[in-house]
């Protein structure tokens, strides 16, 4: 595949020639573990309310302290909220993810990555207080609103944060790991629901509901431990700065790395660039066809994070356990553990072995075994209806071994794309001026489908079935003929080697200008050819040129 845009990855062949790992060296690996407790673990709250939304549905007293209208399931015939008002109670968790995507762009920019998700922490932690305390169903969904305004400020500056400042070498499994941190919030999630679903008082659902502020408190007491991003402190003219927390990080103290001194080259000259052809504003998004085409495959890519089937997995496990025929309390919140760990485990493998593989190779597989997966699951559910219409007793034991095996299938067929790679895919697709308005706008289309698909995951699966399940497998179909005909391949170059993936090849040459002249220390003139076009002359970086 060509692309105009993109000239000599030389910073990315000195980044290969480092090749001492992340683990031996002292200064990367304190950041790293600093960005895993604030950055990383964001998505933990993602993990956590998803999880906490489906097993709370488990719980009798949650059920009866909500359902005023006297409604009951009509598989266990125990009290539960009616089909349209539970979409709407795990929806409007999205609705305030939207309300705050204006304003989180021109947030980011004036007071940085950092206090971006310092803010939006703070505000997670009302809102899950918000959440435990609540005295009726309106107070709990303003309180849901509340952790969907913070949760968005956190997600869009901690995936940035930590595209800008992983080393070359590592960006890619670090932002393909920000997403795999979701099921350790699942995970806890499912665990806490094993001892408290059964519990008699309020408390079955208030505890839990106040212990989704953990992770906010993590990002709160340790955000500032970890440095700002040297792109936004370069847009801030802090070049000083900048030059000493990349020195620090990705020289290990080296002043003379010519990593470092080719890095920081690169982020002064295609900032600048960016920066001279970019208004700061959302308009930017639309101005040039380059940056139009980033933004429907944003768009889409938001589409397919929450339309792919996982959201009906996630939130309404219950009533698809129900409908396999596992309808005891101690049968849902063991098959949700375990999930749960199966998923951790199959998102860590999947960011592990991103760096191996093309990422279209990656989405498109993801898409692929999706259907593969929904396909069968649309049948063992179907049968599974037909012995129930037959006789409502009766459970087809077959059909529920094989809906469960699907079940658990789904989660290493989406993690291979979806999660694995929505990140690193979006921090490499926009240029740092537009980054935030970029992740931005795959949250907006990612909030607008999660509140659609959970308003009509319960009314639907409860009146068609199967039937609904078989609109996602064709739905799927969609997703992989889309991405095989409009994703780029973004895999094996650098942030800044990316920036102009769909502009004037000459923008990106006139980075690749400033980084020769700064790593071979010369007043270099690029070297003009007959047809008038502006290449740049090519120099061999000797083998003992390399960072720490």
Same mark, same amino acid.
């Given at each position: ?17 480092? #090749? ?12 790293? !573990? ?13 993990? !956590?309310? /998803? ?15 909500? =359902? ?9 015939? $125990? ?26 762009? @021109?947030?980011? *920019? ?67 790991? !920000? ?44 955000? !500032? ?6 792109? @936004? %402190? ?21 002043? =003379? ?7 920081? &080259? ?11 052809? +970019?208004?700061?504003? @959302? ?24 339309? /792919? ?8 496990? /219950? ?14 919140? #063991? ?39 929904? %396909? ?10 037909? +012995? /129930?219409?037959?006789?409502?007793? #009766? ?7 094989? +809906? ?24 490499? %697709? ?6 935030? #308005? ?15 698909? *959970? ?11 199967? $039937? ?6 064709? @739905? ?28 004037? $090849? ?10 020769? $002249? ?18 740049? *002359?090519?120099?061999?970086? &000797? ?6």
């Amino acid at each position: 595949m060509v692309h105009e845009g993109l000239s000599d990855p030389i910073l990315t062949h000195l980044a290969e020639q480092d #090749r001492t790992p992340w683990f031996k060296k002292p200064n990367l690996r304190k950041m790293y !573990f600093f960005l895993f407790l604030c950055a990383m673990g964001v998505e933990m709250t993602s993990g !956590f309310d /998803s999880t906490l939304m489906g097993t709370l549905q488990f719980s009798p007293t949650w059920n009866k302290y909500f =359902d005023t209208s006297g409604y009951k399931d009509p598989k266990t015939k $125990k009290l539960a909220l009616e089909p349209g008002l539970l979409g709407l109670v795990n929806s409007c968790y999205q609705l305030g993810s939207l309300i705050a995507i204006p304003f989180l762009p @021109w947030y980011s *920019q004036l007071l940085g990555r950092r206090w971006s998700v310092m803010t939006g922490s703070l505000i997670m932690v009302v809102g899950a207080l918000l959440q435990g305390f609540a005295q009726n169903l309106g107070m709990y969904i303003f309180a849901r609103m509340v952790l969907g305004f913070g949760i968005v400020m956190c997600i869009v500056n901690a995936s940035a944060l930590i595209g800008e400042l992983g080393h070359p070498n590592d960006r890619a499994t670090l932002t393909s790991f !920000f997403n795999a941190s979701y099921f350790l919030g699942a995970i806890a999630a499912s665990a806490i629901a094993i001892a408290t679903s059964d519990m008699k008082t309020d408390w079955s659902w208030r505890l839990p509901s106040l212990l989704q502020m953990c992770p906010s408190l993590l990002q709160i007491f340790f955000i !500032f431990f970890v440095p700002e991003s040297p792109r @936004w %402190l370069v847009s801030k003219d802090r070049y000083d700065d900048a030059l000493e927390l990349l020195i620090k990080y990705h020289g290990e103290g080296d002043r =003379d790395s010519v990593l470092v001194q080719a890095e920081m &080259a690169q982020i002064q000259s295609t900032i600048k660039i960016e920066l001279e052809h +970019a208004k700061q504003s @959302w308009m930017d998004m639309l101005r040039t066809s380059g940056m139009r085409r980033r933004v429907i495959i944003a768009s889409f890519l938001g589409f397919f994070t929450q339309m /792919s089937g996982n959201t009906l997995i996630s939130y309404y496990q /219950s009533t698809l356990f129900n409908m396999m025929g596992y309808t005891t309390n101690y049968a849902k919140t #063991r098959i949700n553990v375990a999930n749960n760990c199966w998923g951790l485990l199959t998102a860590s493998c999947a960011a592990i072995a991103v760096g191996r593989f093309p990422r279209r190779v990656m989405f498109m597989t993801s898409a692929a075994t999706m259907f593969l997966m929904f %396909l069968g699951f649309t049948v063992a559910m179907e049968k599974l209806a037909e +012995a /129930s219409n037959e006789t409502p007793s #009766r459970v087809n034991k077959s059909a529920a071994h094989a +809906a469960l095996f699907f079940f658990f299938a789904f989660s290493p067929c989406y993690n291979i794309g979806n999660n694995a790679i929505t990140y690193t895919y979006l921090t490499e %697709l926009f240029p740092f001026a537009q980054r935030a #308005r970029g992740i931005a706008i795959e949250q907006v289309w990612g909030k607008i489908s999660g509140f659609f698909t *959970q308003n009509v995951n319960s009314i639907a699966i409860t009146h068609i079935g199967w $039937k609904y399940m078989a609109i996602i497998t064709a @739905w799927l179909v969609f997703e992989f003929s889309f991405i095989y005909f409009v994703y780029p391949e973004t895999a094996g170059r650098t942030l800044e080697e990316l920036a102009f993936l769909f502009e004037d $090849k000459e923008y990106a040459d006139q980075a690749i200008i400033a980084v020769e $002249k700064r790593i071979h220390h010369e007043d270099m003139a690029p070297a003009e050819i007959p047809d008038g076009k502006t290449v740049v *002359q090519e120099h061999e970086v &000797a083998p003992n040129q390399k960072s720490a």
